[in-house]
């Protein structure tokens, strides 16, 4: 079976409650059920975690790499355009394939949301699909990994 670990980072927590014109009204509970039942459809362990705090993103994605993961699916929040740590985290444990993750467009945002630190060493990056961007990183990461 394919294991994945989905990291969301600062504030994902207060999906459903935060800003609900952007990141809509589904609570983070319920959009960590749907990530996990669509990764169990596709036969893929989802490992789930949040943290507001930078230093357990960076030790969540070595960890990932340490414990044999089979990808990453990141979403960094605002340490997508803050930092340097997450990114040197994730270029260190390439080949190990991790995709970006942002629930609105960021493209279409302030001028400092459309900085990503980490999507130069990521395989993808999806943004503005809501909860399906998750489900669609990890079906980018599959089929990644059946093309090696």
């Known amino acids: 079976m394919t294991k994945m670990m989905i990291i969301n980072g600062p504030n994902l927590n207060m999906v459903?409650?935060?800003e609900p014109e952007i990141y809509?009204?589904?609570s983070y509970q319920d959009m960590i059920a749907i990530v996990q039942k669509e990764a169990a459809k596709r036969g893929i362990t989802a490992i789930c975690r949040q943290s507001n705090h930078e230093g357990d993103l960076v030790d969540w994605i070595q960890?990932?790499?340490f414990e044999?993961?089979?990808g990453i699916v990141i979403n960094p929040g605002a340490y997508t355009h803050t930092s340097i740590a997450l990114a040197d985290a994730v270029k260190a444990i390439a080949p190990l394939p991790v995709v970006e993750v942002h629930i609105s467009?960021?493209?279409t945002r302030e001028k400092f949301r459309q900085v990503s630190y980490e999507a130069l060493y990521c395989l993808a990056q999806i943004k503005g699909e809501g909860v399906q961007g998750y489900v669609h990183a990890m079906d980018v990461i599959?089929?990644?990994l059946k093309k090696q």
């Open 63 to 65: 960890e990932a790499y």
């Open 16 to 18: 459903g409650i935060r």
């Open 105 to 107: 467009d960021i493209n």
């Open 68 to 70: 044999k993961f089979d």
């Open 24 to 26: 809509g009204t589904m």
């Open 142 to 144: 599959a089929f990644h």
